[in-house]
């Protein structure tokens, strides 16, 4: 890494990156650190790598429906996958994670779609329509080990070993996760973790819908009414939010 100034906000961004709570406490909602959905400290291909992302912005986003700076997108991932607060687009925190993505991309070309980068979701789609028992089957057999037979990770000396898939400490309603073709593609590539691609495309996605077909934080966007925040946010067969799964309504919790 570079010496002076210019170094330190990249090892900063990087410690935040990994130990977000611990470097990023005003803006953590949840249990999880940046680098639980991107793997190797936001290096890893096919785990939505920061290089990818860096050389890949400013870029439209159906999402919200404008283009996004890097700096937005990153404000996105806070939102809803640490279910807190946004960094402001000037702070030290958000300067640090954008000097830490940019000498991670430190000389790939500005506006390629590298390889690797994002999740590998394009042209994944389910043999069969995804299953919530076959799901539990897989849960079972293949994560519960790390995760936790209730999804909820486990936590040793105080430190969280094991991220949680669902509940109050996970990602919130908004978040890529509690998609289904983002859950499935990352599950696919990178879980059991370093079995990456071990799953069949079934199972994959079969236990998306499981882990996705789970009760969690509120989505920051609802002001009261689900039925309208579903058609307004989630009016696509790849968010659970608003259905009905095993028997329970999803998303009825009030926000916090
Ligand atoms: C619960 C999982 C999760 C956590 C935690 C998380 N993210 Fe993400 N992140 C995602 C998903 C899902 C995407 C969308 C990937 C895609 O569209 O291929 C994403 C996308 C991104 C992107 C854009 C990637 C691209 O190629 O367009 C950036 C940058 C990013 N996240 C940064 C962060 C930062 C910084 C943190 C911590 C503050 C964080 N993320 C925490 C799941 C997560
Ligand atoms: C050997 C332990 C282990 C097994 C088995 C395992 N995981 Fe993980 N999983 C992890 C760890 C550790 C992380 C966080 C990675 C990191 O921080 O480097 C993670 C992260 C995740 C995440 C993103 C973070 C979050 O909390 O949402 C999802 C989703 C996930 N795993 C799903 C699964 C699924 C589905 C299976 C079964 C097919 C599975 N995992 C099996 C250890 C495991």
Excluded at 23 to 50: E, M, Q, T
Excluded at 173 to 200: E, H, V, Y
Aim: proline share 8%.
């Amino acid at each position: 890494m570079p010496a002076g100034p210019f170094g330190d906000a990249v090892r900063q961004g990087r410690d935040i990156f990994v130990h977000t709570r611990e470097y990023a406490k005003a803006y953590v909602g949840n249990g999880l650190r940046c680098s639980n959905c991107h793997l190797d400290a936001g290096r890893l291909a096919h785990s939505a790598p920061l290089w990818g992302a860096y050389v890949a912005y400013p870029q439209y986003r159906r999402k919200n429906g404008h283009v996004n700076s890097l700096g937005e997108r990153i404000q996105g991932c806070f939102r809803f996958s640490m279910n807190g607060k946004a960094p402001p687009l000037d702070s030290p925190e958000m300067v640090a994670l954008e000097s830490y993505a940019y000498w991670l991309a430190t000389g790939a070309p500005v506006g390629a779609r590298l390889a690797g980068a994002g999740y590998p979701k394009q042209g994944f789609r389910p043999p069969q329509p995804p299953d919530y028992a076959r799901g539990k089957a897989v849960f079972v057999r293949d994560c519960a080990l790390c995760h936790g037979a209730d999804g909820q990770g486990q936590r040793a000396a105080g430190r969280d070993v094991f991220p949680p898939l669902w509940g109050p400490d996970s990602f919130n309603w908004g978040a890529g996760m509690a998609q289904l073709d983002n859950a499935a593609a990352f599950i696919k590539a990178n879980m059991p973790l370093s079995r990456g691609g071990s799953l069949s495309d079934q199972d994959a996605w079969d236990v998306a819908m499981y882990i996705d077909g789970h009760e969690r934080p509120q989505d920051p966007r609802y002001k009261g009414n689900l039925e309208q925040t579903r058609k307004q946010y989630h009016d696509s067969p790849l968010s659970l939010y608003g259905t009905v799964v095993n028997g329970r309504l999803l998303g009825a919790r009030p926000s916090q």
